[in-house]
């Protein structure tokens, strides 16, 4: 995600509270007859309605219910008028046998707001606990899933983080956001710097009353990067070459006749863990596992081009040591997967290159880093190539979805989503088997199960 460009300082905004919007703690003394001013009252109803749309939760040991349709009589009227029983619609525990816990969902249920919710076991639809009028670009929870962490894009981009019942924002004018994969509440992400037009790499503490605190500048952040991922093995960026030098002439590998293609050129940064730039190279990062496995994919050809043009590494944005990740692979694979060391994997990934350009490709990894899916649209259908990183063993599956959400915490369940049809597909991706869940709600950003 790209940080907005236009001028002006940065600013951080402080989080909304229940205190600050004029509420409190309720006491249970005798009323003493004071007075509240009634602009305390607006001001507290203009806040939450700002901030979001509030429902108490059902109780954990909610009972199913029945319904009752009434039926017509008999048109020979020898019949009096019955009542047929038709059950509700499974539970979310009916549907995933040995879930044990109430999943949080993140999801967008139109184009202008984006709502949390907890979905009970014995519900066969989740309850929303806050929506907010902001449209999210993305949307995560962090490593204890109690926080929230968005992304919207109105004018500059801004950072919201909290948890139910507040979500409130945290930073204006940013270029990525992460959490750390195993540190409940750290985030890290790219702003500008208060009074200057430089970015710089922050980390800080999310707070459950909304915004964030302990703030730590880690200094200048390379122009015009955005921050893809964190963990304790460092940071990783993603900088896109200035426009005017980032369309490259380069051959069409899958051409016989010597034509050729224009290609962007993407720089991936690695810095280490207190920010100090350590190696980069020609490449788009597009996913990264929980140990800093990540898949790239090669931009080797535009590389060399550039250089032959006359441009330096440090020009294009280079920085610490440049490698040519995936060289080897240029004409074979598409997409390789590297260690935290960035050296490749046994995982390699085949796909036209006019597919691989288009945007319909993703990348996920397992929450234990061993697995990658690509998932690829193909003749109108997904498919989803799942490899494991050590071994040579890959699994292709055509799913009916048209979208993937991520892995289920154990990795035994892709999550996908078919937003047209109004369900959420699990696939056992081991077994080939699968589970359809009804969702209509909107589209999903995670599903936590």
Same mark, same amino acid.
């Given at each position: 995600?790209?940080?907005?460009e236009a001028s002006g300082? $940065?600013? +951080?905004?402080p989080? @909304?509270? &229940?205190?600050a919007?004029?509420?409190?703690?309720r006491?249970?003394?005798?009323?003493?007859r004071?007075?509240?001013?009634?602009g305390?009252?607006?001001?507290?109803?203009?806040?939450?309605?700002?901030?979001?749309i509030?429902?108490?939760?059902?109780?954990q040991?909610?009972?199913q219910?029945?319904?009752?349709?009434?039926?017509a009589?008999?048109?020979?009227?020898?019949?009096?008028?019955?009542t047929?029983?038709?059950?509700?619609?499974?539970?979310?525990?009916?549907? $995933?046998p040995?879930?044990?816990?109430?999943p949080?969902?993140?999801?967008?249920?139109?184009?202008? =707001?984006?709502?949390v919710?907890?979905?009970?076991?014995?519900?066969?639809?989740? =309850?929303?606990?806050i929506?907010?009028?902001?449209? /999210?670009?993305?949307a995560?929870?962090?490593?204890?899933?109690s926080?929230?962490?968005?992304v919207?894009k109105?004018?500059?981009n +801004?950072?919201?983080?909290?948890?139910?019942?507040v979500?409130?924002?945290?930073? $204006?004018? @940013?270029?990525?956001?992460?959490w750390?994969?195993t540190d409940?509440g750290?985030?890290?992400f790219?702003?500008?710097?208060?009074?200057?037009?430089?970015y710089h790499?922050?980390?800080?503490?999310?707070? /459950?009353?909304?915004?964030?605190?302990?703030?730590?500048?880690?200094?200048? /952040?390379p122009?015009r990067?955005?921050?893809?991922?964190?963990?304790?093995?460092?940071?990783l960026l993603? =900088?896109l070459v %200035?426009?005017?030098?980032?369309?490259?002439?380069?051959?069409?590998?899958e051409?016989?006749?010597?034509?050729?293609?224009?290609e962007?050129?993407?720089?991936?940064?690695?810095?280490?863990?207190?920010?100090r730039?350590h190696?980069?190279f020609?490449?788009? #990062?597009?996913?990264?596992?929980?140990?800093?496995?990540m898949?790239?994919?090669?931009?080797?050809a535009?590389?060399r081009?550039?250089?032959?043009?006359?441009?330096t590494?440090?020009?294009?944005?280079?920085?610490? %040591?440049v490698?040519?990740?995936?060289e080897?692979d240029?004409g074979?694979? +598409?997409?390789?997967?590297?260690? #935290?060391?960035?050296?490749?994997?046994?995982?390699?990934?085949l796909l036209?290159?006019q +597919?691989?350009a288009s945007?319909?490709?993703?990348?996920?990894?397992?929450?234990?880093?061993?697995?990658?899916?690509m998932v690829a649209?193909?003749?109108?259908?997904?498919?989803?190539?799942?490899?494991?990183?050590?071994?040579?063993r890959?699994i292709?599956?055509?799913?009916?979805?048209? =979208?993937v @959400?991520?892995?289920s915490?154990?990795?035994?369940y892709?999550?996908?989503?078919?937003? %047209?049809a109004?369900?959420?597909?699990?696939l056992?991706?081991?077994?080939?088997?699968?589970?359809? @869940? &009804?969702?209509?709600l909107?589209?999903?950003?995670?599903?936590? $199960?």
């Amino acid at each position: 995600m790209k940080g907005n460009e236009a001028s002006g300082p $940065i600013r +951080t905004l402080p989080p @909304i509270t &229940p205190e600050a919007a004029g509420g409190g703690h309720r006491s249970s003394a005798p009323p003493d007859r004071r007075w509240i001013p009634l602009g305390a009252v607006a001001a507290a109803i203009a806040v939450f309605t700002a901030i979001g749309i509030f429902e108490s939760a059902p109780p954990q040991q909610e009972a199913q219910q029945e319904r009752t349709s009434q039926t017509a009589p008999s048109l020979a009227g020898d019949a009096s008028p019955t009542t047929t029983s038709a059950p509700d619609a499974p539970s979310l525990a009916a549907l $995933i046998p040995g879930l044990d816990h109430s999943p949080t969902v993140l999801f967008r249920p139109d184009g202008d =707001r984006t709502a949390v919710a907890s979905w009970y076991l014995r519900s066969s639809e989740p =309850r929303t606990s806050i929506t907010w009028g902001a449209n /999210s670009a993305v949307a995560a929870l962090d490593a204890a899933r109690s926080l929230v962490m968005a992304v919207t894009k109105e004018g500059a981009n +801004t950072l919201w983080v909290g948890s139910a019942p507040v979500v409130a924002p945290a930073f $204006i004018d @940013i270029g990525g956001a992460a959490w750390h994969p195993t540190d409940p509440g750290r985030i890290a992400f790219v702003g500008r710097a208060p009074g200057s037009d430089a970015y710089h790499l922050y980390t800080a503490q999310g707070r /459950s009353t909304g915004g964030i605190t302990d703030l730590v500048d880690l200094g200048p /952040s390379p122009g015009r990067a955005e921050l893809v991922a964190w963990g304790d093995w460092g940071f990783l960026l993603s =900088r896109l070459v %200035e426009p005017s030098l980032r369309l490259w002439e380069v051959p069409d590998l899958e051409s016989d006749e010597g034509a050729t293609t224009s290609e962007l050129l993407h720089i991936a940064i690695l810095l280490d863990a207190e920010g100090r730039p350590h190696r980069s190279f020609p490449g788009l #990062p597009t996913a990264v596992g929980p140990n800093g496995e990540m898949v790239i994919q090669p931009r080797i050809a535009s590389y060399r081009a550039a250089i032959a043009a006359g441009h330096t590494d440090e020009e294009l944005g280079f920085v610490g %040591e440049v490698m040519l990740i995936g060289e080897r692979d240029l004409g074979l694979t +598409t997409a390789v997967v590297v260690g #935290p060391d960035q050296i490749p994997t046994s995982a390699r990934f085949l796909l036209d290159q006019q +597919t691989m350009a288009s945007g319909t490709v993703g990348f996920v990894f397992t929450p234990d880093g061993a697995a990658v899916a690509m998932v690829a649209h193909q003749d109108g259908r997904m498919v989803v190539t799942t490899s494991r990183l050590h071994s040579n063993r890959v699994i292709r599956t055509f799913v009916d979805a048209d =979208r993937v @959400i991520g892995f289920s915490r154990d990795g035994v369940y892709l999550i996908t989503q078919n937003e %047209e049809a109004g369900h959420l597909l699990l696939l056992d991706w081991n077994r080939g088997s699968s589970v359809r @869940i &009804p969702f209509t709600l909107g589209r999903v950003f995670v599903f936590d $199960i």
